[in-house]
């Protein structure tokens, strides 16, 4: 099947109420399309793929030397100094913590082993939101960012909070606002103008609509993440589209130009995971948002992303760099055959089977096309 057969076949057969992609190699873009509602200029929630453009700002400032990969980060934000780690909670439900041994760095914050975690996927955290009253993540209030550590920094894959705290840092180190920051650093520099925290009026006019699957079919959701929010989510914030999201991977498939420097992106495509750390099986705490969550065996992580360690039959090679987004988006950067592809459609439960499918389909159309 040819790339936009994949899209049609995925709408036709009720795997999606609508999916947008687009696919490059180092020569430029080989594939821009749309299928049901959705076009490549359709505006979406990127959701977690929000957080490799967060770790690409951060890392601009490691360029610079105004943030490090291993000094404490409270120097930077001091409010994570004073994270306790989480051992129980006692008769009254109330949480019991200690100190940790050692701090958290900015290389803890974008592997995912600082310790914090997400409500979405780990019953203590959500006990730990439920006893104190403290808001969701998706709130974007600055009280959300305050649970406890689930382990001491470095020692186990935890995905969470951490690059929510990450876009702290860069706020902090360079003085701007994350929505700011990015929009002179990266969105500009990479021509990405439908990108953003905020949805500007051009944008509204194009917005897709989110969707839950049930029984009967799909059933259209109002959802959109806070407007105004006391912090820009740097983990999950922002809204673009397949074809600008992809000027972004195509940088980073290139070497990073203009927005970082060759060393960088190759640093962070390498596993920064302390030896003898995996990524854990994720399950859900919240079945409309999220199915349970297993990964190959051996699944590494780097500045951001995550590593698959053998190649895909017909698909991605071994060291691609990939992650996700909650209403199911996807993208996958692979150096070896210098191929990227970015897959979104707006559904909730994350990871669902159809979904997944799907996208699997387009990858495998994009490799057979080269």
Same mark, same amino acid.
Not at 41 to 60: G, H, P
Not at 200 to 221: C, E, I, S
Not at 292 to 315: C, E, H, Q, Y
């Given at each position: 099947?040819? +790339? ?54 951060? $890392?601009?400032?490691? &360029? ?7 000094? /404490? ?20 439900? %109330? ?31 959500? %006990? ?19 649970? /406890?550590?689930?382990? &001491?920094?470095?020692?186990?894959? &935890? ?32 021509? $990405? ?31 959109? +993440?806070?407007?105004?929010? &006391?912090?820009? $989510? ?26 970082? %420097? ?24 919240? /079945? ?46 692979? /150096?070896? %055959? ?17 979904? +997944? ?14």
């Amino acid at each position: 099947m040819d +790339i936009a057969g994949t899209l049609k076949d995925a709408v036709d057969s009720g795997a999606v109420p609508g999916v947008a992609a687009a696919a490059a190699t180092d020569k430029g873009v080989i594939f821009e399309g749309g299928a049901g509602m959705l076009r490549p200029d359709s505006v979406i929630w990127i959701a977690s793929m929000t957080k490799a453009v967060t770790a690409a700002a951060a $890392m601009q400032l490691v &360029e610079r030397r105004k943030l490090s990969l291993d000094a /404490p980060a409270s120097d930077v934000v001091p409010e994570l100094g004073s994270k306790g780690v989480l051992e129980g909670f006692d008769k009254e439900g %109330k949480a019991i913590t200690r100190n940790p041994q050692r701090p958290i760095t900015l290389r803890h914050l974008l592997t995912h082993t600082s310790g914090l975690g997400y409500d979405t996927w780990n019953a203590d955290i959500m %006990k730990y939101r439920q006893a104190t009253g403290i808001p969701a993540v998706g709130s974007c209030q600055n009280a959300a960012l305050t649970t /406890p550590l689930l382990a &001491e920094p470095g020692e186990r894959w &935890e995905y969470g909070i951490s690059i929510d705290w990450a876009g702290k840092m860069v706020e902090a180190a360079s003085g701007q606002r994350l929505d700011r920051y990015m929009t002179e650093r990266l969105f500009v520099p990479l021509g $990405m103008s439908d990108t953003g925290f905020a949805i500007g009026p051009a944008q509204r006019l194009r917005k897709a609509r989110m969707h839950t699957r049930g029984p009967g079919g799909f059933t259209v959701m109002e959802h959109e +993440i806070p407007q105004t929010p &006391e912090f820009h $989510m740097g983990g999950g914030g922002l809204y673009s589209t397949v074809s600008d999201y992809l000027k972004f991977t195509q940088a980073l498939l290139m070497g990073g130009g203009p927005i970082l %420097k060759p060393e960088t992106v190759k640093l962070m495509a390498q596993n920064h995971m302390a030896e003898g750390v995996l990524c854990r099986p994720l399950k859900s705490q919240l /079945p409309h948002m999220s199915t349970d969550l297993d990964f190959v065996d051996g699944m590494k992580w780097g500045l951001s992303f995550m590593i698959n360690p053998t190649a895909f039959p017909g698909r991605r090679s071994a060291d691609s760099l990939t992650w996700g987004g909650l209403a199911n988006s996807y993208y996958w950067i692979d /150096p070896a %055959k210098k191929v990227t592809g970015v897959w979104a459609t707006q559904l909730l439960p994350f990871y669902d089977p159809r979904a +997944i499918a799907a996208f699997e389909n387009f990858e495998r159309a994009v490799y057979a096309s080269l």
